[in-house]
């Protein structure tokens, strides 16, 4: 079993669409990020969260410590946020621990 | 103010050769990371440097190695290339130590293809 789990693994909306992608993990961390990756391969930080929820525009974080579970929501979603959303944990030591990565593809 | 840069952004080298990649973290950062991203095996986490030392490393083996020098920018290098090197190799940075205090910041990476 994955240390991190990420649900669907392939996600396609219409646009104006509330998305959820969510993520699970087994083992203890420090901090947890969720990263958007575009197809010619860079990675940008969309949150790291340690507990709460915080909120980017139309992008909100979740995270429940207890029930090692985590959420991404995108509200009213939109052709450009089509990309790979990939959780990932931090394990104590700084080791990042990543998820296989969700597919998103918004249609419009 | 500039972002993680990597070089070479792609690299082509044949079996048993030495690549070297290298990463400049953003200014004010003393903290890098490298990742390997494999065709069908995703995000793997390789190394860590802070203020000049290895802090940690992910399960690969010693023929992978690094270093970062007193800037903060850092090489990574991989001895006696085998096919399944060929991947995404990503550097992030962030500041400080504390895990749960330093966003991350990714370079675009730079590819490497091991023929």
């Known amino acids: 079993k994955n240390e991190v789990e990420q649900s669907p693994q392939n996600l396609t909306a219409q646009e104006g669409e509330f998305i959820t992608i969510n993520c699970s993990y087994s083992?203890?961390?420090?901090?947890l990020h969720w990263l958007q990756q575009h197809p010619g391969g860079g990675i940008v930080s969309l949150f790291m969260?340690?507990?709460g929820k915080k909120k980017h525009g139309r992008l909100i974080a979740t995270i429940n410590i207890q029930e090692k579970h985590s959420s991404l929501h995108i509200t009213a979603s939109h052709p450009r946020d089509s990309a790979v959303y990939i959780c990932?944990?931090?394990?104590?030591?700084?080791?990042?621990?990543f998820g296989a990565g969700t597919i998103l593809r918004v249609k419009s | 103010e500039a972002g993680v840069t990597q070089s070479p952004t792609h690299l082509i080298k044949t079996r048993g050769q030495q690549a070297t990649l290298r990463c400049s973290p953003i200014?004010?950062?003393?903290?890098v990371y490298w990742y390997q991203q494999a065709l069908g095996l995703g995000l793997q986490f390789l190394l860590w440097?802070?203020?000049?030392?290895?802090?940690n490393r992910g399960n690969f083996p010693p023929r992978f190695s690094g270093r970062q020098f007193p800037n903060y920018s850092s090489e990574l290098n991989v001895n006696a290339l085998e096919l399944e090197d060929s991947a995404l190799y990503l550097c992030?940075?962030?500041?400080?130590?504390?895990?749960?205090?330093?966003?991350?910041?990714f370079g675009e990476g730079s590819r490497l293809t091991v023929l």
């Open positions: 992030a940075s962030s500041s400080g130590l504390a895990a749960n205090t330093g966003e991350l910041f």
């Open positions: 083992v203890g961390i420090s901090a």
């Open positions: 969260l340690s507990s």
């Open positions: 990932a944990v931090m394990e104590y030591g700084n080791k990042l621990v």
């Open positions: 200014s004010g950062h003393t903290s």
């Open positions: 440097y802070d203020e000049g030392e290895e802090r």
